[in-house]
């Protein structure tokens, strides 16, 4: 097990255990590395400790203390899908390379278990349904639907999380919410709306693409809370391919291994 007490340079972001492993990553000035985005291995350097029979001891001993390098899927350096970016620190939050110059990180990768994977319908694509299957491809930093190929699985959708809030006030009874998102809100969703004595759970009789439609017991005001699990399988995470910027953080169970 890779820990970070064994690691001699590099910023180490979050934990690692026995299904996650640590990788060096190279970002430009100001980039984001998201939550979940997959991430390949990088073919053109060599992993810690894989060096040639003629090398010195000295550089032996480096680079056996040194992690795999990673490259996103869209690099022409990309090979085999190694796992997900699991986020950093605590809070699991995205990283940004806040200096002014291209900058390496340690990161935590997530190769077999639950997580977090970023993923996206594109235009030739499908929509990403519970229980499909992610893989990743040249195109898009994400994960999409497809046919596994040898090297780019990276797992199965389980479920995805619903948190947001509602634009505006809503009375008692049957009313028609406008959330900030409509991601993972479905017909077969039961949502957690607002907290304390009023919260609820309601399971909308109607969806649109902005809106949905329940029957409340109690009044809500603005920036209520709307929280839910979609683990319904064949709903739609996102349904309408057709948006290569479209892209949700949905729970999968990741074995970049297979």
Same mark, same amino acid.
């Given at each position: ?155 199965? *959708? %389980?479920?995805? #999380? =619903?948190?947001? +809030?509602?634009?505006? /006030? @809503?009375? $008692?009874?049957?009313?028609? &919410? !406008? ?22 759970? *309601? %399971?909308?009789? #109607? =969806?649109?693409? +902005?809106?949905?439609? /329940? @029957?409340? $017991?109690?009044?809500?005001? &603005? !920036? ?35």
């Amino acid at each position: 097990m890779i820990t970070k007490s064994n690691l001699s340079t590099g910023s180490v972001y979050g934990g690692t255990d026995e299904l996650t492993q640590l990788l060096t990553i190279s970002l430009t000035a100001a980039q984001v590395l998201a939550v979940g985005t997959p991430i390949c291995r990088d073919i053109t350097k060599l992993p810690g400790g894989m060096l040639p029979a003629d090398a010195s001891p000295s550089v032996l001993f480096f680079s056996a203390r040194q992690t795999d390098t990673g490259v996103l899927a869209t690099s022409a350096n990309a090979g085999d899908v190694i796992g997900v970016f699991t986020g950093v620190g605590e809070q699991n939050i995205a990283l940004t390379n806040t200096t002014a110059v291209t900058k390496n990180f340690v990161i935590p990768v997530r190769r077999v278990g639950l997580a977090r994977v970023l993923a996206g319908a594109v235009a030739a694509g499908t929509a990403v349904t519970i229980g499909s299957k992610l893989i990743i491809t040249s195109s898009n930093v994400f994960a999409t639907v497809g046919t596994r190929a040898i090297g780019n699985s990276i797992g199965v *959708v %389980t479920a995805y #999380a =619903v948190n947001t +809030t509602i634009a505006l /006030a @809503t009375a $008692a009874g049957s009313v028609a &919410v !406008t959330p900030a998102s409509m991601a993972g809100i479905t017909t077969s969703t039961v949502l957690t709306i607002d907290t304390g004595t009023v919260q609820e759970l *309601v %399971t909308p009789s #109607a =969806v649109t693409a +902005t809106t949905f439609t /329940a @029957t409340f $017991a109690n009044a809500h005001p &603005v !920036t209520t809370q709307v929280k839910g699990i979609l683990s319904t399988s064949g709903a739609s995470v996102i349904a309408v391919p057709g948006s290569g910027s479209t892209s949700l953080a949905v729970f999968a169970d990741v074995n970049s291994l297979a």
